[in-house]
């Protein structure tokens, strides 16, 4: 009976990632549910002749997906994994050189994200026989250098397989670290384009189902114990929940927690929708772009219980946020590097649902005071307040940013996804979006990067319904991030993923203008306008000639376009029920007022303004400067 089975290395790779399961309790699914390849010569003999020859032979074994562009790939995996709480992602595979570094800021997204993607870029010849090739390297004071050791710095996992013997260790490292809740981020095998069609007699047993249970550990008994302690001490505690809730499926946890106690929530970008926006303790986002009543209970705040959270400068806003000098910091963490930021000395290293559960039976019987809870519902209420006071319709032509959130909001359903990732977005998102489900908001807000949205909308919407879910994704970009990379629209329409993409027309860069204008530099470089040759600059009045909706239009997308006019927010919301009516994807255009701003939640980003300049404007930005950075503090425990 035969105990291998011959293959090239390409072959058995994509064999191997195909029974590869992840195990969570109860949930089993596919760790790797299938691959993008944009092929070149540098896989188009590799991995792509092994796509080919699994979709012949058994179409069902690693399902390709074609993409646009590298980038993106790695976008929509990072999307697919968010959707399912990390426990599955796709693989993308790309050629020798440029192809492969077009992954490159993709890869240090995932990381820092924490979301797993799996990225295989082709290498040049691990003979070297034929040096150099077309688009590989030369470093005379080392030829081994290539485009893929650019992925070292931004993986989680790195290795390169130079052999055909070293594929089942790397193949096997790689998906340790995929699965690994503390570790997950981009996973990085790079294949040498001759290794890739190599032939190797594999062991069977390489090639059978493999599980992957994800750890869950439960907290230490005496670090639980001083957390307690720590709670029950407090006066004013407050909870930051972050995207570990959701990716520990804690939610119930954590409103089971907070009932019982009554302690307030603040939300970190990647927390929202761990808890209803409506709940009586959540008082919204935190930090830089939070709510009025989070920023101000988390100034106040004597016991910080950070759950599942990595704690950004946005999250901190900028170590502003929280002023009482008394404060101490309760991290619930299953990752020691974060479990003891800001000088904890209360660090429980633990699943944050576990964490939870102990928490809830250790702090039986107790709850915040009436004055306090008091005080938690007053500040809820007027921050709400402001929230629809925010939504009204204005009737102008251009309407702000708030306004149309608040439109494309009430015509969504509770279930569906809103998808953002930089700009302006984020922050008003943070402040206004109502999230009314767990899996409702998605801001990738640890790297931020302009055109993530359409990529990563995308890969959300394949999760979905991959898992059974037809809920809408609504992807909210502006028009300076939709520039930076809009293609993928093309992979929605050939195969027919459904998503509502609502694009806010600035004529330029809304939130780089805005903090230009606080740091001193007047918006400059921000607008998109004609270069003015006189002045050297683009800061005229000719708005640039482009036409959006007719470049989605191309794409084969169905598009509504709102003309400026006093019923432009009636539109919009009929376009929303309309788009939502449809099967195929929809581009809604509208123009906005980017001056027109969300209320203020009292938070601060540290962008540090220049100390010397002939600039008025940079001189009065350098005061403003000076007295916010004075709140600062160091945060050592």
Request: glycine share 8%; net charge negative.
């Amino acid at each position: 009976m035969a105990t291998t089975k011959t293959m090239t290395v390409s072959q058995a790779l994509v064999e191997f990632l195909a029974h590869q399961w992840t195990v969570d309790g109860e949930t089993r699914e596919r760790t790797i549910a299938g691959m993008f390849g944009i092929f070149g010569h540098g896989n188009v003999a590799g991995i792509g002749q092994a796509l080919k020859q699994a979709n012949v032979e058994n179409p069902d074994l690693m399902p390709y997906y074609q993409a646009r562009n590298e980038q993106a790939m790695v976008h929509q995996s990072v999307g697919y994994a968010r959707m399912h709480r990390r426990r599955a992602t796709l693989a993308s595979a790309a050629s020798v050189g440029p192809g492969a570094a077009n992954m490159l800021t993709a890869a240090a997204l995932a990381t820092s994200n924490r979301l797993p993607a799996l990225l295989l870029p082709s290498d040049t010849f691990a003979t070297r026989v034929a040096d150099p090739v077309l688009q590989q390297l030369e470093h005379p004071h080392d030829p081994g250098i290539q485009v893929t050791d650019a992925f070292r710095p931004l993986s989680v996992f790195f290795d390169r397989v130079q052999r055909p013997e070293q594929l089942y260790s790397i193949a096997l490292g790689a998906m340790r670290a995929l699965t690994d809740p503390v570790q997950t981020g981009a996973v990085t095998i790079a294949l040498p384009e001759d290794v890739q069609a190599e032939r190797i007699d594999v062991p069977l047993e390489f090639l059978q189902d493999r599980e992957w249970h994800v750890r869950r550990p439960v907290p230490e008994r005496t670090a639980l114990a001083r957390a307690v302690a720590a709670i029950r001490g407090a006066k004013r505690p407050f909870i930051v929940a972050g995207g570990g809730v959701l990716y520990s499926g804690a939610e119930e946890q954590l409103r089971a927690l907070v009932e019982a106690t009554g302690i307030p929530v603040g939300t970190s970008q990647a927390g929202g929708g761990v808890l209803a926006w409506d709940h009586p303790q959540n008082l919204g986002g935190v930090g830089a772009t939070g709510t009025l009543a989070a920023n101000r209970l988390a100034a106040e705040a004597d016991v910080v219980i950070g759950v599942g959270t990595r704690y950004s400068d946005f999250t901190t806003a900028s170590r502003t946020a929280f002023q009482n000098p008394d404060v101490v910091f309760v991290n619930i963490n299953v990752a020691p590097f974060d479990a003891y930021k800001h000088g904890s000395q209360l660090p429980v290293i633990a699943d944050a649902r576990e964490a939870l559960v102990e928490l809830l039976v250790a702090l039986k019987g107790w709850t915040v005071d009436s004055a306090y809870a008091e005080h938690v519902a007053a500040e809820k209420a007027a921050w709400d307040a402001s929230v629809d006071a925010a939504f009204q319709r204005s009737g102008l032509d251009r309407p702000g940013q708030p306004e149309i959130i608040g439109a494309v909001q009430a015509a969504s359903a509770p279930e569906d996804v809103v998808v953002q990732a930089a700009g302006s977005l984020p922050g008003d998102l943070h402040k206004l979006w109502r999230v009314r489900d767990p899996l409702g908001y998605h801001v990738e807000y640890a790297f931020s990067c302009m055109g993530y949205e359409i990529a990563g909308g995308i890969g959300a919407k394949r999760g979905l319904t991959a898992a059974g879910d037809d809920r809408d994704v609504i992807i909210m970009v502006g028009d300076g991030s939709y520039l930076m990379l809009n293609s993928e629209l093309v992979t929605a329409v050939a195969e027919n993923i459904k998503v509502i993409v609502v694009l806010i027309q600035n004529h330029g860069f809304a939130s780089i203008g805005h903090l230009s204008e606080t740091v001193g530099s007047e918006r400059f470089g921000t607008w998109y306008r004609e270069y003015d040759p006189q002045a050297r600059n683009f800061q005229g009045d000719r708005i640039l000639p482009v036409d959006l909706a007719a470049n989605a239009r191309s794409y084969g997308l169905d598009v509504i376009e709102i003309d400026p006019s006093p019923s432009a927010i009636d539109e919009l919301s009929a376009a929303i029920a309309t788009a939502k009516a449809k099967t195929t994807s929809t581009f809604i255009h509208i123009n906005s007022d980017p001056l027109i701003y969300a209320p203020d939640g009292a938070g601060w980003w540290d962008v540090p303004v220049p100390e010397v300049s002939t600039l008025e404007s940079t001189q009065r930005a350098r005061t403003d400067y000076l007295e916010q950075q004075a709140h600062q503090r160091p945060l050592l425990g």
